[in-house]
């Protein structure tokens, strides 16, 4: 299985970040992808620079039968599509895909690192992917999400709001 993080805290021309992420799976749905799971929407500060407005993220269970450096360039394509420019590191973004899990591969070249590097410390992928796939075991540390969600300090078990779980449909 394939998990996406995907997140906005910048209005696109069209709409609120919400509708960036919502855009986004559909775009992700005409690529033909099979879509399994979409776990609820979660709110967070921004990192590192919490003056940034809140992002919004939500966690994407899915399958292809894509190489990952050709879905990486899939899901480059869709950023692009909703307004996202790059300019400098962590900066506020209309639409950020990040590739959490690919099959439980481990990648690590120039292009693409995978499972993400930063995904067992960061609130805003631990908890959208724990409601999806609690039983998810990370490829490196074989550890189970679980583990990663009760190292969570207070203030990051804090930060983060359950918004309500997303109506989009899988179809």
């Known amino acids: ?7 906005s805290n910048l209005s696109s021309l069209n709409g609120g970040r919400k509708y960036n992420i ?8 005409e690529l033909k992808f099979n879509l399994i799971k979409i776990s ?8 590192p ?16 039968n894509l190489k990952p450096i050709d879905f990486l360039k899939k899901i480059k394509t869709i950023e692009t599509k909703l307004g996202r420019s790059r300019t400098k590191k962590n900066e506020p973004r209309t639409c950020d895909i990040d590739i959490i899990d690919y099959n439980g ?9 995978i499972p993400h590097p930063r995904l067992h410390l960061r609130n805003f992928v631990i ?3 724990r409601e999806i796939e609690p039983n998810w075991i990370h490829p490196i540390f074989n550890k189970k999400i679980d583990n990663f969600f009760l190292k969570l300090d207070k203030n990051s078990h804090n930060e ?12």
């Open 49 to 64: 620079n919490k003056s940034d407005p809140k992002f919004i993220n939500l966690c994407v269970k899915l399958q292809t």
């Open 1 to 7: 299985m394939i998990y996406l993080n995907i997140g």
């Open 22 to 29: 919502e855009k986004a799976i559909d775009y992700l749905k």
């Open 127 to 129: 908890y959208p992917l």
């Open 40 to 47: 609820s929407f979660y709110e967070t500060p921004s990192y």
């Open 160 to 171: 983060i709001t359950r918004l309500g779980k997303s109506d989009i449909l899988l179809i």
């Open 105 to 113: 591969e481990i990648i690590k070249n120039k292009n693409l690192i």
